[in-house]
């Protein structure tokens, strides 16, 4: 009989309780036997009983949280992309050697395991990232909270590569079973839309004319150390009518099911695009039904142990992510009076005190508006709120000017109403902040000082360098003693040693063994060598044109040129890497995505080149590729715009996992160069000032291009199709644009951008150099841990206090 059969067979025999329950939860929870067991029933067994484990902390806290009777963060957000889960929930347990050691014993490979989780990838980027981040924070540092989301049945599409052009097909993360969250069906709520309004008694009552049923699904997301945990709760839509039976034993099974998967639409898909704004009815039906869900929900909580509802801000704290839960206001104040009786200004000021607001962009395309006729239609009771709080809005504030107001030209502005209706707004860099304040709401800045906050971005340290890269996280806890994942700032204890060469030494292999295994995952997936002795030069984001990847690739182009003239002169290797999706109906990020990739082509079959510039752009950029690629950065491309990045998160991450930033004065950027300080950033580019001011020039991409001569090359051999032999003019109108219509700026920051690269090198080829800076990044990146944001959020916007 072999360990594993006994162990089935009798529990008490195992040497570890962790791999008792491994097997116990493989036999009766998965259903299988032991030697027919695959890596996925393996996973699923391992992750029932890391949940376990997860249970009891969530209990505990969520009884804490009731008998203290706390005051609760409610963070709504349509995207949550949290990624997987079992390692970081491994990691934060403290159990992740025990796990490795209990599927060794029955001979699984932990990693395979933890590699067969399919991402949670309810989001699109950086914003829902930043949700999941801030989830693991508030666990970690104790503030009660629960985030609301949907529950998506298809994340964001799966991006693969044909002749170079993205394909976009469904991600379907939960076709395989998914261990982590509780159906929760008792905990449902009625969610209406259209219908009309009718004034009865000086009451308004709104009688819906469709309903769906929001059901709830909990997710435990645990802090660092397991010392709490809180809850991410999504709605699943689902239809509020019983299935007609009726039609069905007609045998008119279609009609039968059609009112179900109306509903069931609302929860179907993300839509696949945060930076541009959605004028689809079932768009605005999503923001409504995550919020008024959740809403309902916070209510129902909150009068199940107390009966003042004005002092529900003494409770209640409610974060909008963004103005896609901004209907809060006004669907607060619908539940406050229709529901409960209040009267509309004191609805009004309790609203306002248990709402925040954070922007994310100044993006004119995605700021949310909706046509006055959509949004009366779809929510009648709410264009009245709406209607309501701007002229109460504008009798209060007389010196408001004619032309601001949350309705304007027969739209409903969600950024102003989300700013009217919160107690608080925030920009998510120092930049960005001021430029909210500058150009976004100047007139409602001056009106309500002190409003504006900044809130600089932060990523969880665990996720991102503690499970992501074990051999630096390794050689920290060597050099600085345990304890630096809930204490980023303790970081700034490596400063003295990044003087020894014993540590650089040490720094620059762990980055190497990275690197290698980096190298490894490509030419498997890929097909192509790279050396691990080169540059890893990474730009992974989503695909736009404010972040330029462009520029990247322009700039690559360049460089190919110079080394093909004099392969001989001593070049340092570099490898390229690009990894992102571009929405779906946005054709000039795809067009990037397809020169990318013809550019790699040739590139990559050049045997003048060879192991001197390789260019990788591996499909289907996530949050688990995020956490491949990054640890093995030598390079953090940040390389928008000035004054389009909001803030930007992965630079922060590359930045902890040292990583030296080449970029522009944009979003956190600012703060990271302040930081590490400049002889540790390759700095470039206009700054947002001068962008301005170089746009009023008309001819700025003409005389930029005029005078370099490696730009004017590069567009030339664009436009003689070398790199699209098979078709020469197809990159003519992207060359076009170039010449013409270069609103971000590509030429004018071309030559800055293509010296900078060469100081890149020249710190490079100095080893005490480059690695004293790439260990001072780390050093200094304490202040991007997110437990530093949400600490602000908490004293400065919560008024909640850790009940750790
Ligand atoms: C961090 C992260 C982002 C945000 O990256 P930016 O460079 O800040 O745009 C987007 N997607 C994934 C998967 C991430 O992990």
Redesign the pocket.
Known sequence: MTLLDKAVTDLSVTPNLLQADILRHLTFTVGKDAPHASVHDWRLALSHAIRDRIVEPWFASTRRTWAEDRKRVYYLSMEF?I?RILEDATINLGLYDAAAEAMAAVGVDLRAVIDDEPDAALGN??LG?LAACFMESMATLGCPAYGYGIRYEHGLFRQHFDHGRQIETPENWLAQAHPWEFARPESAYTVGFKGHVESRDGREIWYPQETVTAEAFDTPIIGWQGKWANTLRLWGAKGTTNFDLERFNRGDYTAAAEPETLARTLSRVLYPDDTTYQGKELRLKQEFFLTSAALQDILRRYLSSHSDLRALPKHVAIQMNDTHPAIAGPELIRLLVDDHGLAFDEALTIARACLGYTNHTLLPEALERWATYTFGNVLPRHMQIVERIDSWHRRAYPNRPHYVGIVKHQEVRMGELAFIMSHKVNGVSALHTDLVKQTLFPELNRLHPGRIINLTNG?TPRRWLRMANKPLAGLITDSIGAGWEADLDRLRGLEPHVEDAGFRERFAAAKRTNKVALSNWIGREMGVRVSPDAVFDVQ???IHEY?RQLLNILETIAHWHRLRSSPAAGWIPRVKIFGGKAAPGYAVAKEIIRLINDVAEVVNNDPVTGDLLKIVYPPN???S??ERVIPAADLSE?ISTAGK?A?????M?FMMNGAPTIGTLDGANVEILQEVGAENFFLFGLTAEEVARRREDPDHARKAIEASQPLMDVLQMIAEGRFSPDEPERYHQLVHRVWHHDYFLVASDFEAYHVAQAEVDKAYADPARWWRMAALNTARSGFFSSDRTIRSYMDEIWQVTSAL
């Open positions: 992309l990624g980027g950086g990232r990523v992974i984001k989503r972040k950029y996530n949050v590729m995020a940040q990045e803030s930007g998160t992965g630079n991450k």
